[in-house]
């Protein structure tokens, strides 16, 4: 079993960061080597933000957040980040921490979620 808990969202201006956090637990954590960040906003699907391979820390963005977020990890912790910069109205949502087994994949792919952390952007 893998745990994911996500704190760090709130209310913010536009133009504003956040730091999203994410926390692993569980002994099985290593076997899921991407961690990412996805979003749901009210009446849309969920989308894929950003993911990071921890075997190789490659990194993966989706073009809305490219160059406003970064998604980092700390391995002796288990955890990964998402620093949000710029922050637009646009980018109000759910934000969910997800793990698979393997990079590059689709949401329906990842195995483990969190329970998600809202994010509200005003203008």
């Known amino acids: 079993q893998v745990q994911l808990v996500e704190s760090g969202g709130g209310l913010v201006q536009a133009g504003g960061s956040l730091r999203l956090t994410c926390a692993a637990s569980g002994r099985a954590f290593n076997d899921y080597i991407m961690s990412s960040w996805f979003r749901q906003a009210p009446g849309k699907d969920r989308e894929f933000v950003a993911g990071?391979?921890?075997?190789?820390?490659?990194?993966y963005y989706a073009d809305s957040v490219k160059d406003r977020f970064a998604i980092s990890r700390d391995t002796a912790k288990n955890t990964v980040y998402l620093r949000m910069n710029s922050l637009k109205p646009e980018d109000t949502a759910v934000y969910y921490c997800?793990?698979?087994?393997?990079?590059?994949?689709?949401?329906?792919?990842?195995?483990?979620w969190g329970q998600g952390t809202q994010v509200t952007v005003s203008s």
């Open positions: 997800a793990a698979a087994r393997r990079p590059k994949v689709t949401a329906v792919e990842y195995d483990y």
């Open positions: 990071i391979d921890w075997s190789d820390r490659t990194t």
